[in-house]
């Protein structure tokens, strides 16, 4: 969420910022509800200020002797009495102006790093490196083909279970989808991630918190008798954590990695990626999250986008990756890098970590900071697939397919999995 402080005193800023993203919004009602906010705030202090002094000489002027039911103290009382009439209904006021202004900047996204380029859409990200050597041939096969040669996934069995854009895993799939999570999970650990299983049931609070909510509701799969949803992102419980706390400033960086079922709608996407499992409603995903200082959030970007970029190399999988203009960040990002790997049989790179970093947005949110000498700051966080398990599974499928219908994979997953390929069954 925005600072009210930069809505109120500097909106140009924030419409400048914004239209960086595309966006050209109207600050002008919002500033004035925030200085209405503050306004309000302002008299209720001094009423309150004046109520207590008032509290304070009542007690005085009995204490020095005067008669508790005397015309002065009555006078005082009386005084005292329509203070908190007042102060009463200002609160309601405040309340009432604080949730409107709270609505709106819930739908305002972050604000574009000034280290993020220029651009409109994802044509204008640059390409910042590029890791391995892409296979490239006329005769190399989809995933999906391979996957249906060797037996691994039936998706017309899932329309029957639940609908389409879902998968059941079968045999080697199923096999090669839990080694994967277990080779990730094992990866980050050891490089020092605290593992987490969090809930896949979480509030609307969660939600709100991480800034999946009110934007993307749509998107998202809500419980029909609770205040529940499916997440569309480990991100989202592990934001939630720390919500409304304060982490002890010797313990930042605090690095979670979190391995968790996603559920997404996808609305609006319908006829892109329509089979194999680039785009479905259920997916799993291995998550990288931190929370870090303000003073090392750029170093830790760094840090989370090398941590997934380890597992690429790993597996041996090439890929590149890409810095988002600030015309195709996400919402809650402020700075953002994509990986994309090379997926031979598609001839094409495609999306399976996006590591952003998304300065105080989701900590204002979701009230998370630290204690920095005698002052308390919000905390910056970040996130990272590390990775997308079915996109690395296509990958593993088009990079390592055979010309005997076989798939070799790479040397680390082979204690994770039991053996060195996958063969027709």
Known sequence: MLDQRLVRENPSLISRELGRRGLHVDLQSLQLIAQQQKDLEAQRSKLQSEGNQIGKEVGSQIKNGLDPKSTEIKALRERGNEIKKKVNLLEEQEKEVSSTLKQQLLNLPNLPSPKCPEGKNEKDNQVRRNWGNPRIG????????????????????????AQSRFVTLLNQGAR??????????????????????????????????????????????????????????????????????????????????????????????????????????????????????PDTSEAAHEQITADAESVLQSLELPYRVLELCAGDLGFSASRTYDLEVWLPGANAFREISSCSICGDFQARRSSIRTKDGKSTRLLHTLNGSGLAVGRTMAALLENGQQPDGTVLLPKVLEPYFGANHLHPE
């Open 138 to 161: 006329n005769d190399l096969k989809q995933h999906w083909e391979i996957a249906d040669q060797i037996g691994l996934f039936d998706t017309e069995k899932s329309v029957k279970i």
């Open 176 to 293: 090669l989808e839990r080694a994967l999570i277990n080779f990730m999970l094992d990866l980050h650990t050891a490089k020092g991630y605290k593992e987490v299983l969090p809930p896949v049931l979480v509030n609307t609070a969660s939600l709100t918190g991480s800034g999946q909510l009110p934007k993307f509701a749509e998107e998202s799969f809500k419980c029909a008798d609770d205040d529940l949803w499916l997440t569309p992102t480990a991100e989202v419980p592990v934001t939630s954590l720390h919500r409304d706390e304060i982490i002890p400033i010797e313990k930042l960086p605090v690095r979670y990695v979190a391995y968790s079922p996603c559920f997404r709608r996808e609305a609006g996407s319908y006829g892109r990626d329509t089979r194999g499992l680039i785009r479905l409603h259920q997916f799993n995903k291995v998550e990288l999250y931190w929370f870090v200082h």
